[in-house]
């Protein structure tokens, strides 16, 4: 629901944003994104993978969760992303929404590391969004 | 065993496609029929509602007969809020909808053996087989109603398995 306040929407909140994102030594992330499925019946039995697609959104900022250590459990991260990086990549993929770009989402690198999305919010000024939380945990895939 | 379980996978896909046009799922980009391989897909916190997941589990194998027996048991989960039109006040009808939907797809008991590895799929000498299915009770979580259905999948090894 968008704010129906008299005032005129601008971007202050989204500068604001990556400002302190940046004064935070704000770092880089890729999405590993996965294009559209050709080949459905290998591709759906894990058989082949799709194509992938490394989106760079920046400035990003990761910290790790409170610990609460679980046996097999993995850490958690918090990546506090940019959302005018997020603007420009749905725009460069013309991809409908930031939902849509997450959902395509297989993992996320930052320092050569991969998590896993595990939830998605947003924070919004005047109806637009400034700010992404993903909720991470580390990816235990190999490495091939 | 992994020819038996991607067969009876794309049985069931197939099947669905033709009973229920309407039940599918957006994944990676692409509408498929509401049904998927959780092992095969990116992991989810929260399996998907309104369509069909299936988890591959138990194992067994049966070496004294001619032809290798391998036995896999496959829990298939669904789950359903209700439509946002109806409030969720329709969630019992969408799972007993699901629950009938499942019952069809699972006949008949059986489909041609496939090698999905080549392009396109080879046929293979035999069947994949699979008893009838023993469903749970449902469970309600607030505003989500849920239930599994387990299936025993049978299959022969065959050379080159």
């Known amino acids: ?13 989204q500068m604001l944003a990556d400002a302190l994102l940046r004064s935070v ?32 959104v920046s400035p990003v ?22 959302a005018t990086s997020v603007e420009t990549q749905i725009n460069a993929l ?31 000024a005047f109806g637009a969004p400034y700010l992404y939380r993903l909720l991470l945990r580390e990816a235990g895939q190999q490495a091939i | 065993m992994q020819n038996a379980k991607d067969s009876f996978y794309m049985a069931l896909r197939t099947r669905l496609a033709t009973i229920n046009p309407e039940r599918t799922i957006l ?28 988890r591959w589990q138990g194992l067994g194998v049966d070496v004294d007969l001619a032809s290798t027996l391998v036995a896999e048991e496959c829990e298939i989960l669904y789950q359903t809020f209700g439509t946002q039109s109806f ?17 069809a797809m699972l006949q008949p008991f059986y489909t041609p053996k496939l090698n999905y590895g080549s392009t396109p799929p080879a046929a293979m000498l035999t069947q994949v087989f699979w008893d009838e299915p023993g469903f749970t ?20 090894q065959e050379q080159g398995e």
């Not at chain 1, 890729?30 to 993978?49: F, I, K, M, W, Y």
């Open chain 1, 1 to 13: 629901m968008s704010d129906t306040a008299p005032r005129n929407p601008v971007s202050a909140p």
């Open chain 1, 61 to 82: 900022v990761m910290r790790k969760l409170r610990p609460t250590w679980k046996e097999g459990g993995e850490s958690k991260y918090e990546l506090l992303v940019s």
């Open chain 2, 137 to 156: 009770a449902s469970v309600t979580l607030r505003d989500r109603l849920s239930r599994s259905a387990k299936v025993l999948v049978y299959s022969y």
């Open chain 1, 25 to 56: 030594a704000g770092t880089t992330a890729l999405l590993r994104v996965t294009g559209a499925n050709t080949d459905t019946s290998q591709s759906e039995v894990g058989l082949v993978a799709t194509t992938f697609e490394d989106v760079v």
């Open chain 2, 87 to 103: 409030g969720g006040l329709d969630r019992g009808r969408l799972l007993s909808a699901m629950d009938e939907e499942l019952v």
């Open chain 2, 27 to 54: 994944v990676r980009g692409a509408v498929r029929p509401g049904i998927l391989v959780e092992e095969a897909e990116a992991p989810f916190s929260q399996i998907p509602s309104d369509v069909f997941v299936l």
């Open chain 1, 94 to 124: 013309d991809i409908g929404s930031a939902q849509a770009l997450f959902a395509l989402t297989l993992a996320v690198t930052v320092d050569g590391k991969d998590y896993l999305i595990e939830s998605i919010a947003s924070s919004e």
